[in-house]
């Protein structure tokens, strides 16, 4: 069974880190690109940053680029994100989602319409 389980959020002050992880099962991170996404309050969902099966390659939104990086291990089935640098535009619900169809890309794009099966949500709260 496809399943995320998103973990890692908390509270932080303004320039501190986190990292994110997101236990993935039911696929093969070989197989998939997988991305993680935000989603604040009263705002839109946003992508932040994907990978891409096969070759490991990654995309970062204008937003997070030089704060946070996105990694995977693939013998734990499992994607991080690394999150540096932290502002308080950054607060919101983070979810990671595998991409729709299993492709070999040399990129990944951050459209959540090319997206499906989410996970539950990690909360990310930058305050001081």
């Known amino acids: 069974q496809l399943q995320f389980v998103e973990s890692g959020g908390g509270l932080v002050q303004p320039g501190g880190s986190l990292r994110l992880s997101c236990a993935a099962s039911?696929?093969?991170?070989?197989?998939?690109?997988v991305a993680w996404f935000r989603q604040a309050p009263g705002k839109e969902r946003e992508g932040v940053s994907c990978i891409t099966s096969v070759f490991g390659r990654t995309n970062n939104a204008d937003s997070v680029k030089g704060r946070f990086t996105i990694s995977r291990d693939t013998a734990k089935d499992t994607v991080y994100l690394q999150m540096n640098s932290l502002k308080p535009e950054d607060t919101a619900v983070y979810y990671c989602?595998?991409?729709?169809?299993?492709?070999?890309?040399?990129?990944?794009?951050?459209?959540?319409?090319?997206?499906?099966?989410w996970g539950q949500g990690t909360q990310v709260t930058v305050s001081s």
């Open positions: 039911g696929f093969s991170l070989n197989s998939y690109t």
């Open positions: 989602a595998r991409q729709k169809t299993p492709v070999i890309a040399l990129g990944c794009r951050l459209t959540g319409e090319e997206y499906d099966s």
